[in-house]
Nanobody, 121 residues
Framework: QVQLVESGGGLVQAGGSLRLSCAAS????????MGWYRQAPGKDRELVAT???????NYADSVKGRFAISRDNSRNTVYLQMNSLKPEDTAVYFC???????????????WGQGTQVTVSS
């Protein structure tokens, strides 16, 4: 079984910073891309940032220049450094990973349980 566990969420004032972490554990052969999504109340889940196995990244326009995604392949962990936070960044943040469990497996998407980020004005 594969598990993704997020940590680092919390309450912060506007302009502040938070760093989210997400560690994947279990039987994992290879991880392709890892990413962060968020879902605010009453809204659809949206992509925040993605990082691929060789380090290339992709960001939502709303977070470019403020957020930075990184990963530690040796620890199957992805990070999201969030700076200059705004009240509109308030949401539950989910990490995901596209990975294979064995050499004969096909790539599947796994999700974490989510961590709440609240930015007060």
């Amino acid at each position: 079984q594969v598990q993704l566990v997020e940590s680092g969420g919390g309450l912060v004032q506007a302009g502040g910073s938070l760093r989210l972490s997400c560690a994947a554990s279990g039987i994992i052969q290879s991880i392709n891309n890892m990413g962060w999504y968020r879902q605010a109340p009453g809204k659809d889940r949206e992509l925040v940032a993605t990082i691929y196995s060789r380090g290339s990244t992709n960001y939502a326009d709303s977070v470019k220049g403020r957020f930075a995604i990184s990963r530690d392949n040796s620890r199957n962990t992805v990070y999201l450094q969030m700076n200059s936070l705004k009240p509109e960044d308030t949401a539950v943040y989910f990490c995901n990973a596209v990975l294979i469990r064995t050499v004969s497996d096909s790539y599947n998407v796994y999700w974490g349980q989510g961590t709440q980020v609240t930015v007060s004005s």
